[in-house]
T-cell receptor
Framework: DQQVKQNSPSLSVQEGRISILNCDYT??????FLWYKKYPAEGPTFLIS???IKDKNEDGRFTVFLNKSAKHLSLHIVPSQPGDSAVYFC?????????WGAGTKLIIKP | EPEVTQTPSHQVTQMGQEVILRCVPI?????FYWYRQILGQKVEFLVS????????KSEIFDDQFSVERPDGSNFTLKIRSTKLEDSAMYFC???????????FGDGTRLSIL
């Protein structure tokens, strides 16, 4: 079952630069998408979400972009900070449940 | 900031034994969920619960699994007769209403021997 895909297992970015994390989905019925951040030994922490009626949502250093025709979303973090080093999960909501990507481990280099 | 609390953080159980994982969702939240993540795999949905009944459950959530909200604060997941393949991190989540995201606890690591 690959309804939500994060094709990059890891990403390394210099501190202060932009981090771009990507996510693809296959089900065009998905109408709400979320990004979660996870540190080791902790649960996922909600970061930002976007509804399918929008193509962009911004919250401080975090911006999520949605391209419905390409079934693609991305999370931009700018500027990247050392505390951003974590695993980032993309998830799609079908009202009852979240369907998760495999996660991308983001490493911010000083 | 209010948070979802899960206990215990780590549970070790013999195969075939019953186990109960406990969760205290955020106060005033109405929707409750259990997910699990087997080591090296994706997070998987188990069950959603609303208005004192199961809203939806996945194929994983078979007759060995049950959920309960015994009082106004706790939300439990019971596995009746554990199997080796039940070893995983189990996450509880809650949310206030349809427009809000799910908030997660730190998980219970279940190890079946």
């Amino acid at each position: 079952d690959q309804q939500v895909k994060q094709n990059s297992p890891s990403l390394s970015v210099q501190e202060g630069r932009i981090s771009i994390l990507n996510c693809d989905y296959t089900n065009s019925m998905f109408d709400y998408f979320l990004w979660y951040k996870k540190y080791p030994a902790e649960g996922p922490t909600f970061l930002i979400s976007i509804s399918s009626i929008k193509d962009k949502n911004e919250d401080g250093r975090f911006t999520v972009f949605l391209n419905k025709s390409a079934k693609h979303l991305s999370l931009h973090i700018v500027p990247s900070q050392p505390g951003d080093s974590a695993v980032y999960f993309c998830a799609a909501s079908d009202n009852y449940q979240l369907i998760w990507g495999a996660g991308t481990k983001l490493i911010i280099k000083p | 900031e209010p948070e979802v609390t899960q206990t215990p953080s780590h549970q070790v159980t013999q195969m075939g034994q019953e186990v109960i994982l406990r969760c205290v969702p955020i106060s005033n939240h109405l929707y409750f969920y259990w997910y699990r993540q087997i080591l090296g795999q994706k997070v998987e949905f188990l069950v959603s619960f609303y208005n004192n009944e199961i809203s939806e459950k996945s194929e994983i959530f078979d007759d060995q699994f049950s959920v309960e909200r015994p009082d106004g604060s706790n939300f439990t997941l019971k596995i009746r007769s554990t199997k080796l393949e039940d070893s995983a991190m189990y996450f509880c989540a809650s949310r206030g209403d349809d427009s809000q995201p799910q908030h997660f606890g730190d998980g219970t690591r279940l190890s079946i021997l």
